[in-house]
């Protein structure tokens, strides 16, 4: 069964710029998280989505938004772009009970210049 | 708040070594634990979920364990390949956090031919 996708892979921004994320989960899958990677803090949680509510929230400012459709695909926007904003961003697709594995997806990494 | 951590962060071994990561939490109260691998640039791939009520897990040359009482899981790898260098994560889920994961620093773990 097909994996989970994210597009697009590779972003290039400029401070000030927003940008939007899509992640496409396993089909069947109802949950969606969003994390940041960056090398000096790690992977850190951004937010969750179930059944197109928001779950759960990170710290992150509130530049950091997004949402899901009634399909379960789900989108992530980063408003007024700033340079530590660069970053792979992966989404993990989870059938939705508290025992299923989460699945990440191939990420997108974004470049702010 | 649930910390993770992972020691070595490095590792450098010659093929054919069989070797143990570890990973040590602080919040016993968790769902699951669960150990991926990632590639330079990539997405996370799933290697190993672990239940709380669970011993350990095994996939072909892993053995991941965990102890929950004690805030510790090790996730073993025999006959190390080439193939195998990666960066290994672990992560936990909490039992108040929906599906949030929790990750460690991780292992950078480099097989030599």
């Known amino acids: 069964k097909a994996g989970v996708t994210q597009t697009p892979r590779y972003l290039i921004k400029t401070r000030g710029q927003q940008v939007t994320l899509s992640c496409s989960p396993i089909?069947?899958?109802?949950?969606v998280s969003w994390y940041q990677q960056t090398p000096g803090q790690g992977l850190q949680f951004l937010f969750e989505y179930f059944s197109e509510t928001q779950r759960n929230k990170g710290n992150f400012p509130g530049r950091f938004s997004g949402r899901q459709f009634s399909n379960s695909r789900s989108e992530m926007n980063v408003s007024t772009l700033e340079l530590g904003d660069s970053a792979l961003y992966l989404c993990?697709?989870?059938?939705?009970?508290?025992?299923?594995?989460?699945?990440f997806g191939p990420g997108t990494r974004l470049t702010v210049l | 708040k649930q910390e993770v951590t992972q020691i070595p962060a490095a590792l450098s071994v010659p093929e054919g070594e069989n070797l143990v990561l570890n990973c040590s939490f602080t919040?016993?109260?968790?769902?699951?634990l669960q150990w991926f691998r990632q590639d330079p640039g990539k997405g996370l791939t799933s290697l190993l979920l672990?239940?709380?009520?669970?011993r350990e897990q095994t996939s072909g040359r892993l053995n991941a364990s965990l102890d929950k009482s004690s805030g510790r899981s090790t996730l073993y790898i025999a006959a190390s390949q080439p193939g195998d260098s990666a960066t290994y994560l672990c992560a936990v889920r909490r039992e108040t956090s929906g599906s949030r994961l929790t990750f460690g620093e991780g292992t950078q773990l480099t097989v030599n031919p």
């Open positions: 919040d016993s109260a968790i769902y699951n």
């Open positions: 672990i239940q709380s009520s669970q």
């Open positions: 993990a697709s989870i059938r939705g009970g508290s025992t299923d594995t989460q699945y």
């Open positions: 089909s069947g899958h109802r949950s």
